[in-house]
């Protein structure tokens, strides 16, 4: 089913654009994901996000491609990073230019096009982007009230202890904690090794205080300088934990799936091979509807497990109880059968379980956006629904330079033989290969066998 | 310093998956009023506790007003819709349908008051077949692609974050965003609107790593690895002589920093060969990679391996709990730390600014007792007109 009018996901540009950053133009310097994540909502609400790119030093989530691009044809060549799929993730809606920032020639072209900006957005660390003239101080010589978003690892006060270090989201899992609460009591911490949630989260802080900061030059006419420093960001996720330590010299341990105000709370083996059930029994008549459901009435009357308190103590004997009947049934089943009866529960997916799955295609989660080279592309969804002014795209992730001629052009006012003269002093690094089209090996079946996802035209 | 919210009432009707977004907007300067339920938010019952005080009630409520209200009496009834009338911003948590019948909910509300803006965040979203499903914080990340790939292979999967609600708080980030978006909407078209959050879609949104779409373009399966990530080498936790440190050497540079690490402190000549700084090399090799560099992380404690790997420019950061953080010499330099005082702890030190902002004000403040703003609240509302 597609989506329709009023649920906050559908919406096009041909008659006017309603949504909320409309007309909002944004030079987005940042690469990996926390950076890009925020300049990924500001494109998807309306903004003009226009993604200043090296090819001599790119963006890392660009770099190896897709996997199925060979590494070695000459056909191909300088174009491979413009396949990636992650470029779709976290730059889907915006613009690229090819620019080198360490030339005269592109440092006058990000000038030209930061006067017509009215955010800048950068995850670059504190002393490269001061290196290449801009800074907070060096922006608003260009542009007075500019919303500069300085979305560095450690913060924007220079001499502070750490604001030369260098780190990624995956080192601020580890460096505020959240890498040592994951994981079982009995085993080294098992960290958020597979995702950087730091990355998110702070992309996501970026984007409530990008729009705060507009929302205040709406009301004063004043741009200003937001120091979001990841690091403080994601130390602030952890209030309770902190002030608790504080208090009374507790440390959080990690303990699993668990928590220390319900049980019972975890994963649950399944039918089948690294199948888990995750169930959430979290009130008394949660608890009593999972014994019914189970077959296991009398649980409910078992003094190990009468009261939460109880529970929470026992919950070694808990789970073997509920371990003992969920592993005759498939993770499928036993989630159904307890969210018919009230209790919170969902299989443990893997992605062939989500993207087979109808409830979030249903919702219009999955979006398409036309790729300069592949055609239509699929590209995880956004999670903020607005009703009446709904949020998208209609591009995937721009290819490196793709926009040069209309930004540079349109926006920066360079003539033809300009920009010409930019590319030939290497300022300016052109859209490679730009007759070459390709074609994702899925494809070939995918719109067949997953109909429910938005496939585009072919 | 007034904030750039300041003017803007928010009506919080949230639970933990919403409650986090309300104080954003309250440390913004938004007026932001809870209301409880006779006997109190839930918010309330949640541990750690000091005394009978819930320390995320002390977090989750700060900065906030508290008004006692019973939505179901009829009296009481008449008092809400009077204060949402007055409100810029509803936010709310309840399961689809639960306002609804009480007549309280968006489409009754917003008769009137076309300018209203109403948050809500619910498990799985107000449409689809699991809308009326019920959730968690686990279930959402269950359901995400994301709790599939935590976790050591040998064991069952774990939650991101342990006990510290992350799916909630990516929830509450992007109901705290989509409010201040449909704001700047109202601005332009002097209309309100819905804005829809579902928590699984908060967790998918970040799952882009170990998601379906990219997995579709690559086929390989997602597996649980560790603390570590099978796609680079090194990358993720190594142990130090008294703890782990995670280090991500994502960039060329990095290896080479690393690898001249490596060679003086180890004498491993092999490790500085110029073939491993190839990264297609160095995940081939992975685990020879990761000896060498234990060797060297196992050497040092976890404090000495930050600041001289830092010194080297190398991405690496130790694993910290929360005795570490309440003495991490940047956030006591950078003044990140706020005081407040707590009507029932006293003075509390909590965390500050999640950004600093040059010109507009930010500021927080303690959570109220249980109705303590009811009478200044509802005392001189309007009539409904």
Redesign the interface.
């Known amino acids: 089913m597609a989506a329709g009018a009023g649920d906050g996901r559908s919406g096009n540009g041909d008659d006017g654009d309603e949504r909320p950053l409309a007309g909002i133009r944004v030079f987005e310097l940042s690469i990996a994901i926390a950076g890009p994540t925020c300049g990924r909502y500001l494109a998807h609400f309306g903004a003009d996000v226009i993604k200043v790119e090296s090819r001599r030093n790119p963006d890392p989530v660009r770099v190896i491609g897709s996997s199925w691009v060979p590494l070695d044809d000459p056909s191909i060549g300088e174009a491979r990073p413009d396949t990636s799929p992650m470029i779709n993730e976290f730059s889907a809606g915006k613009r690229s230019i090819g620019v080198d920032l360490k030339s005269e020639g592109g440092r006058e072209a990000a000038r030209r096009l930061l006067a017509t900006c009215d955010v800048f957005l950068t995850n670059y660390s504190g002393p490269a982007v001061k290196e290449l003239g801009l800074d907070y101080e060096g922006a608003r010589a260009i542009r007075p009230d500019i919303v500069y978003l300085a979305m560095h690892a450690f913060g924007a006060i220079e001499g502070s202890p750490y604001y030369d270090y260098v780190a990624w989201g995956p080192n601020q899992a580890p460096l505020t904690g959240l890498d040592d609460l994951t994981g079982y009591p009995d085993e080294p911490p098992a960290a958020i090794a597979a995702f950087g949630y730091p990355d998110y989260s702070s992309g996501i802080y970026g984007v409530i205080a990008a729009t705060a900061a507009l929302e205040w030059r709406d009301r004063t006419g004043d741009g200003q300088l937001v120091d979001l420093s990841q690091f403080e960001a994601t130390v602030s996720l952890l209030g309770p934990f902190l002030v608790d330590h504080e208090r009374t010299n507790a440390t959080p341990a990690r303990m699993g799936n668990r928590l220390p105000w319900t049980a019972p709370e975890g994963v649950y083996p399944c039918r089948g091979d690294d199948r888990w059930v995750a169930i959430s029994a979290d009130s008394e008549d949660a608890w009593c509807a999972l014994a019914h459901v189970a077959g296991h009435p009398e649980w409910e009357t078992d003094a190990r497990f009468a009261g939460v308190s109880a529970r929470v103590a026992n919950h070694d004997a808990l789970d073997e109880a509920i371990a003992s009947w969920t592993r005759a049934h498939t993770h499928d089943e036993v989630a159904t059968w307890l969210q018919a009866a009230g209790v919170a529960a969902g299989p443990v997916m893997d992605p062939p379980a989500i993207l087979a799955d109808v409830h979030v295609a249903d919702r219009g989660f999955w979006l398409v956006g036309e790729h300069a080279r592949l055609g239509p592309d699929l590209v995880t969804g956004n999670p903020v629904c607005l009703h009446a002014t709904p949020g998208w795209i209609d591009r995937a992730g721009p290819s490196l330079g793709q926009d040069n001629a209309e930004v540079l052009g349109s926006v920066c006012g360079y003539s033809d033989d300009e920009q010409a003269a930019l590319v030939e002093a290497g300022a300016v690094f052109p859209l490679a290969s730009p007759d070459l089209q390709l074609r994702r090996p899925y494809r070939a079946w995918a719109p067949a066998a997953l109909p429910h996802l938005p496939w585009g035209s072919p | 310093v007034t904030g ?2 300041s003017g803007l009432r928010v009506v919080d009707l949230a639970g933990p998956s919403a409650a ?1 977004a309300t104080k ?1 907007l309250a440390d ?1 300067g938004a007026e932001v009023i809870m209301v409880e339920p006779p006997g109190g938010s839930s918010l309330r ?4 506790f ?1 005394g009978d005080t ?3 009630f ?3 409520g700060a900065n906030k007003r508290s008004v006692e209200l019973q939505l179901a009496d009829d009296a009481q009834h008449e008092r809400f819709k009077r204060l949402v009338a007055t409100a810029d911003v509803v936010v709310e948590t309840n399961r689809h349908g639960t306002l609804e019948r009480l007549a309280l909910g968006y489409d009754d509300l917003r008769a009137g008051h076309p300018d209203l803006i109403w948050v809500s965040v619910t ?3 107000r ?4 809308r009326d ?20 292979p040998a ?10 609600l ?1 799916a909630c ?3 509450s ?2 109901a ?3 409010a ?6 109202r ?3 002097g ?8 928590i ?3 967790c ?26 099978s796609a680079i080498r090194p ?3 190594y ?1 130090a002589r008294d703890g ?5 050497a ?2 060329p540079s ?1 290896w080479s920093a690393l690898a001249t690490w490596i060679v003086e402190v180890t004498g491993n000549e092999a490790a500085g060969d110029p073939a491993f700084d190839d990264v297609l090399t160095r995940i081939g090799a992975s685990e020879a990679v990761d000896i060498w560099t234990e060797e060297l992380t196992t050497r040092f404690d976890k404090a000495h391996l930050f600041v001289e790997g ?1 010194r080297r ?14 003495t991490d ?3 006591e ?2 003044g ?1 730390w706020e005081t407040v005082d707590d009507p029932t ?1 006293g003075k ?13 004000g930010w500021s927080t403040a303690p959570a109220p007792l249980l109705g303590a703003d009811t009478e200044t609240v509802l005392s001189d509302l309007p009539p409904l007109p």
Do not use: K
């Not at chain 2, 449409?127 to 699991?130: C, K, L, S, V």
């Not at chain 2, 064991?155 to 510290?164: F, L, N, T």
């Not at chain 2, 201040?180 to 909407?185: D, G, H, N, Y």
């Open positions: 750039p919210l986090y954003l913004l019952t949640l541990p750690p000091e819930s320390l995320w002390a977090y989750f498990p799985f979203g449409t689809g077949p699991h499903w019920h959730g968690s914080d686990l279930v959402a990340w269950a359901m995400s692609g994301c709790l599939h790939t935590t976790g050591f064991s069952p999967p774990v939650i991101p974050g342990g006990p510290a992350l708080h990516l929830a980030l992007n705290a965003a989509g201040l978006l449909a704001l700047r909407s601005r332009r078209t209309r309100g609107q819905m804005v829809e959050i579902s699984q879609e908060s998918l949104a970040v799952s882009p790593e170990v998601g379906a779409v990219v997995f579709l373009d690559d086929l390989r399966p997602r597996m649980r690895a560790g603390n570590r990530r990358w993720g936790l142990p782990w440190v995670g280090l991500v994502l960039q990095h830092q420019g190398i991405p690496v950061t130790p694993v910290n709990t929360a005795a570490d953080l309440s010499p940047h956030l330099a950078v990140y702890l509390i030190r909590v965390p500050g600014a999640p950004y600093r902002f040059s010109r507009s």
